[in-house]
Nanobody, 126 residues
Framework: HVQLVESGGGSVQAGGSLRLSCAAF????????MGWFRQAPGKEREGVAA????????YYADSVKGRFAITQDSAKNTLYLQMNSLRPEDTAMYYC???????????????????WGQGTQVTVSS
């Protein structure tokens, strides 16, 4: 059983930066892929970034490419999302998620993710 706990959200002005953290507790050896998702009020949850925990390959939504970076610290069992050049449209609740599903599937689709954190709020003002 894996538990995910996010932190690092907050309020910033447009152009600012935040770093989100996602600490994983429990049996994490079977984790295959981890991702960051976000949900703005009145909108569906969308995939933002993902990383394959074994090889380290990363994927990004077009809306955040060049601004966000997903990284992992295996020794600390922690996933990060560095967010730079933040925009008001980045305002959302951000969630991290973990998947044990091995194989070829689109890593920004939430359907294969089994474990979810409680979320951390990011608010960007103009």
């Amino acid at each position: 059983h894996v538990q995910l706990v996010e932190s690092g959200g907050g309020s910033v002005q447009a152009g600012g930066s935040l770093r989100l953290s996602c600490a994983a507790f429990g049996h994490t050896d079977s984790t295959y892929c981890m991702g960051w998702f976000r949900q703005a009020p009145g909108k569906e949850r969308e995939g933002v970034a993902a990383i394959y925990t074994g090889g380290g390959s990363t994927y990004y939504a077009d809306s955040v490419k060049g601004r966000f970076a997903i990284t992992q610290d295996s020794a600390k069992n922690t996933l990060y999302l560095q967010m730079n050049s933040l925009r008001p449209e980045d305002t959302a609740m951000y969630y991290c998620a973990a998947s044990a599903h091995v194989g070829s599937w689109y890593p920004l689709a939430e359907g294969r993710y089994d474990i979810w954190g409680q979320g951390t709020q990011v608010t960007v003002s103009s």
